[in-house]
């Protein structure tokens, strides 16, 4: 057994990601039926569509689940009383520090996986009473930091003893292999989830996804101290030139206003904000989560049965 499985109560040690607006209880519901961890995203909503989502999972399965807070939303404090009365499982957060709020979620029984881009706050929240670390590298779609998965996984494993949980760039079987190699013992992926059957997203943006490349996405927003991955498209184009002309931020924070609704609801793919991971470009065909969860960890398996070694000198060792 796995500690990520055991702190989570899975079959597999995955978290869906988080995906702001789009991370329902239908889809959460699927991927923890699935046999990892579904994440109902709270960022952007309010206590009563938080509460009805909870309702939506627990009606669609009785597997543990999870709900993610984003640190930026102007009513954390509603959103955990929320998770607290609900006495939802698992606590993720995002886009900042929750370690005030670690004590009261683990009092109401609740164990709390901080999403984290940096060692130093790994080790903030691990003193604060995190059950584990998901270590995000710069490759994650969203809000994201500056390390990539490659640097900062084996940095966090090295710099706390809860489990980490290697995000950032994870699509495939190759990818959980690799998050293992670095340490972590679970892997979060977002991205590949996007364009689960289950998922609630308009069906221009998962067609975004899947006609992706390597270079298609960029992160806007560096100037500002909130960087955040998007795929390429008329609005990425106008928000980088504003930052590049040093244009005023309420301009750029006007532009950006209500954006990703439009990608996520609308299905404006050119003027919305289309939140994506680097490794959108593997993510070719719409799957059930069940189906995504399964291949993932079937291909990670292959890979770990067919390793000979590291290889010097031309041959196997
Ligand atoms: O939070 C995320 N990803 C997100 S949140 C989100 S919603 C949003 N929409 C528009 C603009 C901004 C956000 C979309 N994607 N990932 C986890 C994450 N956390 N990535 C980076 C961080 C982070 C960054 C700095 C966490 C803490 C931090 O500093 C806090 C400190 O005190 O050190």
New binding site residues.
């Given amino acids: 057994m796995n500690r990520v499985c055991e702190i989570l109560g899975t079959e597999y040690p995955i978290i869906q990601?988080?995906?702001?607006?789009i991370a329902d209880g239908d889809l959460a519901a699927a991927v923890s039926a699935g046999g990892g961890l579904g994440i109902i995203?709270a960022?952007?909503a309010d206590g009563d569509w938080l509460r009805g989502q909870i309702k939506t999972v627990r009606e669609k399965t009785d597997k543990p689940f999870g709900v993610?807070i984003?640190?930026?939303a102007p009513n954390v404090e509603e959103l955990i009383d929320v998770v607290c009365e609900e006495k939802v499982p698992i606590v993720t957060?995002?886009?900042?520090?929750p370690g005030k709020y670690i004590p009261k979620l683990n009092e109401a029984g609740i164990k709390v996986i901080?999403?984290?881009?940096?060692v130093?706050?790994a080790k903030?929240v691990e003193r604060a009473g995190a059950h584990a670390v998901?270590a995000?590298g710069t490759e994650?779609?969203?809000?994201?930091?500056e390390a990539t998965t490659m640097a900062l996984t084996p940095q966090v494993a090295d710099a706390v003893d809860i489990p980490v949980i290697t995000?950032g760039g994870v699509a495939d079987g190759r990818g959980v292999a690799a998050a293992f190699m670095l340490g972590g013992e679970g892997v979060q992926v977002g991205t590949r989830f996007l364009v689960a059957h289950e998922c609630n997203v308009a069906q221009a943006y998962k067609d975004m996804i899947i006609k992706a490349k390597d270079s298609s996405t960029v992160a806007t927003?560096r100037s500002t101290g909130?960087p955040?991955r998007v795929i390429k498209n008329k609005l990425a184009k106008k928000i980088l030139d504003l930052e590049k002309e040093n244009a005023d931020q309420a301009m750029i924070d006007e532009l950006?206003t209500g954006t990703?609704g439009r990608a996520v609801v609308d299905g404006d793919v050119d003027m919305g904000?289309v939140?994506s991971g680097q490794i959108a470009g593997l993510v070719t065909k719409e799957q059930s989560a069940k189906e995504i969860i399964e291949e993932l960890f079937k291909e990670a398996e292959e890979i770990y049965e067919n390793r000979s070694g590291i290889c010097r000198s031309g041959r196997a060792v």
């Fill in positions: 990601g988080a995906m702001a607006r995203a960022g952007g993610n984003m640190l930026l957060t995002g886009a900042g520090n901080p999403v984290v881009a940096s130093a706050l903030r998901v995000e994650a779609g969203g809000h994201i930091g995000a927003g909130h955040v950006c990703l904000s939140m």
